[in-house]
Nanobody, 124 residues
Framework: QVRLVESGGGLVQAGGSLRLSCAAS????????MGWFRQAPGKEREFVAT????????AYTGSVKGRFTISRDNTKNTVYLQMNSLKPEDTAVYYC?????????????????WGQGTQVTVSS
């Protein structure tokens, strides 16, 4: 069992930055591929970024490439999402997720554990 707790969300103006953190419980954090998803009001949950167990591999959805960076610190059981050049369309609840897999995946159903989400609001 893995418990995930996100933090770092908030209100920011367009062009600004935020860093989300996701702290995981348990001693097997490095066994999980980690991902970030988001859900805007009235829309389905969508993939944002994923990172491999070692941190050596990453993947992003096209709309955030070059602006967002996913990273992890396995010594701290934490995954991060650095978000720069934020746009109003980035407004959503952001969720951290853990997949007990040894490959990168953008598919929500591949993830076994989810956090409660953190709100990110970007004003224009």
């Amino acid at each position: 069992q893995v418990r995930l707790v996100e933090s770092g969300g908030g209100l920011v103006q367009a062009g600004g930055s935020l860093r989300l953190s996701c702290a995981a419980s348990g001693r097997t954090f490095s066994s999980y591929t980690m991902g970030w998803f988001r859900q805007a009001p009235g829309k389905e949950r969508e993939f944002v970024a994923t990172i491999s167990r070692s941190g050596g591999g990453t993947a992003y959805t096209g709309s955030v490439k070059g602006r967002f960076t996913i990273s992890r610190d396995n010594t701290k059981n934490t995954v991060y999402l650095q978000m720069n050049s934020l746009k109003p369309e980035d407004t959503a609840v952001y969720y951290c997720a853990a997949a007990n897999e040894n490959f990168l995946t953008v598919v929500a159903r591949d993830y076994d554990y989810w956090g409660q989400g953190t709100q990110v609001t970007v004003s224009s």
